[in-house]
């Protein structure tokens, strides 16, 4: 997954009801345990890569 960082200046260009601060807002409100089964296969993708290597 790739992650967009937006420059700071960008944010004082923004209104107050720009759809970036709701969707920031709807991101920052997903609990990290949503997260733990994305994490625990990616993890497990990079172990067994690394496995493939040490052969």
């Known amino acids: 997954m790739n992650q967009i960082v937006l420059?700071?200046?960008l944010e004082v260009?923004?209104?107050k009801n720009d759809?970036?601060?709701?969707?920031?807002h709807l991101?920052?409100?997903?609990?990290?345990?949503?997260f733990e089964?994305?994490?625990y296969c990616i993890i497990k993708v990079q172990t067994s890569a690394t496995n493939l290597y040490r052969v």
Do not use: R, T
Request: aromatic share 8%; no cysteine.
């Open 7 to 9: 420059p700071l200046e």
């Open 13 to 15: 260009k923004l209104q």
């Open 19 to 24: 759809i970036a601060y709701h969707v920031h």
């Open 27 to 34: 991101v920052e409100s997903i609990p990290p345990e949503a």
């Open 37 to 39: 089964p994305f994490v």
